[in-house]
């Protein structure tokens, strides 16, 4: 297991007061890490900024001067200089493509790929060589599903976009990690995917367990990770034979339909 000492890492987080953010926070602050919580909602970050006693940046990863805030903010830490960046800020549409409003396109595709790759652009030049990023993606990122299409090319995007950086740098680099978790019990899958889950008996991981793969991950020093069986089985079968996963398809793709019916016109 690769050492790994938390007291010596200030981590920026997009995504703090998410499910999956919120439960990071806890964790890496229990492990003795210094963590910027990173998030759009302010009450939200203020109130777990005070009982985690870590500090926050308030900040809209859709905002048009977003990266702008983060680099501000990363050069102002002169005793606390960042070494890590956990891109974990997502959102998604759920349903059929034809019915995504065009704002959405941009909304998740934005959210989930162009900011984490213009993050990586801005923070890992400043990072030192013991320094990582951490790409949360998705099982979705490696298997196509019916509702997901946009979700679907925003963390493939993520996976491809990952594995080039960790292809084209050394050991004398800071690393660049992706983990892909398979459902996780947040708000990002209510109303319809929950439906969905439901109707299809999907397994769905808390966020603290999932928290605590994600830093078993990192002090393993594993750049890549899939969580949950037999969804690893299903990544494996898609890449190398998708026409065994194509038939899985049908039902899901039956439901979502079903689920829709006359939304479409």
Sequence with gaps: MTTLNWQQHHILLTGATGGLGQAL?????????????????????EELASALQQPFLHADVLADDFIECVDVYIKA????????LINNAAVTYVGQFEMAPRGDIERVVQTNLIRPIQLCHLVLPQLPSHGWVMNIGSVFGAIGFPGQALYNASKFGLRGFSQGLQRERDGNQARVFYCAPRAIKTPLNDGLMASMNRALKTSQDSPELVAQQVIKQLEKGTLNTTIGWPEKLFVRLNGLIPSLIDSSMKKPRQLLKQLTKGALS
């Design 77 to 84: 830490q002169n005793d606390y200089p960042v070494t890590a």
């Design 25 to 45: 926070c806890r964790q890496l602050t229990d492990k003795g890490a210094r963590v910027t919580l990173i998030g759009r909602h302010l009450g939200r970050l």
